[in-house]
T-cell receptor, first 110, second 115 residues
Framework: SQKIEQNSEALNIQEGKTATLTCNYTNYSPAYLQWYRQDPGRGPVFLLL?????KEKRKERLKVTFDTTLKQSLFHITASQPADSATYLCALGQGGKLIFGQGTELSVKP | DTGVSQDPRHKITKRGQNVTFRCDPI?????LYWYRQTLGQGPEFLTYFQNEAQLEKSRLLSDRFSAERPKGSFSTLEIQRTEQGDSAMYLCASSLAGGDNSPLHFGNGTRLTVT
């Protein structure tokens, strides 16, 4: 069956460190993958998109990698700040829609 | 860009009642999506429209759920004969159909509680 799995446990890190979040998928062949941030009580907000022919994408302190052989994407936040605390969702493109993982909660402590 | 707006923000209803939610997408966006999200889970796809045409509906979606987008602008999602298991956050999103990889712009959802 098709699955998208993100770290189920919350990730707690110290301010200034790099946060690394994982998204693994099975039985999908996505042409692209997107990452979103979600704060409590709010809708998800788009962060980054990476296509299947791209290995890495960067935007300011954010970096995403996409390995179609391992069926995995990694999402990095460098020099993390308490304001980065949120839930991060990966989403795979399938037809005209996105299929989301369950999200990973990140907590950055000062 | 005024963003995606959803109404109401919260709805409490008794089991068996019908409820209707409204979504106003970003005006130039021709795709509109409905998702459902429960605590600790990611958004679950329900259905989507391109203009007024409903292009896909989740096979997991009960026939108690119906969505419309009559003029290709706002959309409504109706749940008939609500059940406690329908309690969730209902999220609407819109995008440009320039390519299937267009980012989704989400509203802040309607939280439904069925008692």
């Amino acid at each position: 069956s098709q699955k998208i799995e993100q770290n189920s446990e919350a990730l707690n890190i110290q301010e200034g460190k790099t946060a690394t979040l994982t998204c693994n998928y099975t039985n999908y062949s996505p042409a692209y993958l997107q990452w979103y941030r979600q704060d409590p009580g709010r809708g998800p907000v788009f962060l980054l998109l990476i296509r299947e022919n791209e290995k890495e994408k960067r935007k300011e302190r954010l970096k995403v990698t996409f390995d179609t052989t391992l069926k995995q994407s990694l999402f990095h936040i460098t020099a993390s700040q308490p304001a980065d605390s949120a839930t991060y969702l990966c989403a795979l493109g399938q037809g005209g829609k996105l299929i989301f993982g369950q999200g990973t909660e990140l907590s950055v402590k000062p | 860009d005024t963003g995606v707006s959803q109404d109401p923000r919260h709805k409490i209803t008794k089991r068996g009642q019908n409820v209707t939610f409204r979504c106003d997408p970003i005006s130039e966006h021709n795709r509109l999506y409905w998702y459902r999200q429960t605590l600790g889970q990611g958004p679950e796809f329900l259905t989507y429209f391109q203009n007024e045409a409903q292009l896909e509906k989740s096979r997991l979606l009960s026939d108690r759920f119906s969505a419309e987008r009559p003029k290709g602008s706002f959309s409504t999602l109706e749940i008939q004969r609500t059940e406690q298991g329908d309690s969730a956050m209902y999220l609407c999103a819109s995008s440009l159909a320039g390519g299937d990889n267009s980012p989704l712009h989400f509203g802040n959802g309607t939280r439904l509680t069925v008692t």
